[in-house]
T-cell receptor, first 112, second 117 residues
């Protein structure tokens, strides 16, 4: 079982829709959590960090559920430009350091 | 405003050739890492370093060597290229990954697209 799992999608939604992705992780000692966005195999770019109390950045809301070991990303009022792959990243601890572990990504396609 | 710089952007190798992918960062980051990305596989960690002189293996280290003689540079060496190493390679860095410290997000280079024939 992969340590960080995401539904690969694709999620195909119309402009203006609300869409949510989940990401589950296996290591309960995991600390930091992030969502990245990746376009057409360009480099991943940080979308937002995920804080314990949940956080919002414009149309994007991230939540952390430690008890069930998942994080979520909610996108409201989807735009065509939101079409991308969304990567979940969890920092895990194989030793004395936190090592970022990536999910395989969820593909989002926003159509007119 | 360089951030993480990877060279080359594209490379074609013949089976058995060796080469080094360069990665440099100018942000004084402690943590540096190499990933490869293949269709349907996501980003897989090859090697990482938590500081100068310290390296460790990731998920898919076979066929690759690294060294970290300075904080700024983290080259990835392919010892004897194989077609299975055809991939997109990303170098990434962040300021700290120590337990108990704030874990900053990763900064990525633009990637190196490698084809081995």
């Amino acid at each position: 079982r992969k340590e960080v799992e995401q539904d690969p999608g694709p999620f195909n939604v119309p402009e203006g829709a609300t869409v949510a992705f989940n990401c589950t992780y296996s290591n309960s000692a995991s600390q930091s959590f992030f969502w990245y966005r990746q376009d057409c195999r360009k480099e991943p770019k940080l979308l937002m960090s995920v804080y314990s109390s949940g956080n919002e950045d414009g149309r994007f809301t991230a939540q952390l559920n430690r008890a069930s070991q998942y994080i979520s990303l909610l996108i409201r009022d989807s735009k065509l430009s939101d079409s991308a792959t969304y990567l979940c990243v969890v920092n895990m601890t194989p030793g004395g350091s936190y090592i970022p572990t990536f999910g395989r990504g969820t593909s989002l396609i926003v159509h007119p | 405003n360089a951030g993480v710089t990877q060279t080359p952007k594209f490379q074609v190798l013949k089976t058995g050739q060796s080469m080094t992918l360069q990665c440099a960062q100018d942000m004084n980051h402690e943590y540096m890492s190499w990933y490869r990305q293949d269709p349907g596989m996501g980003l897989r960690l090859i090697h990482y370093s938590v500081g100068a002189g310290i390296t460790d293996q990731g998920e898919v280290p076979n066929g690759y060597n690294v060294s970290r003689s300075t904080t700024e540079d983290f080259p990835l060496r392919l010892l004897s290229a194989a077609p299975s190493q055809t991939s997109v390679y990303f170098c990434a860095s962040s300021s700290t990954h120590r337990v108990g410290s704030y874990n900053s997000p990763l900064h990525f280079g633009n990637g190196t697209r490698l084809t081995v024939t």
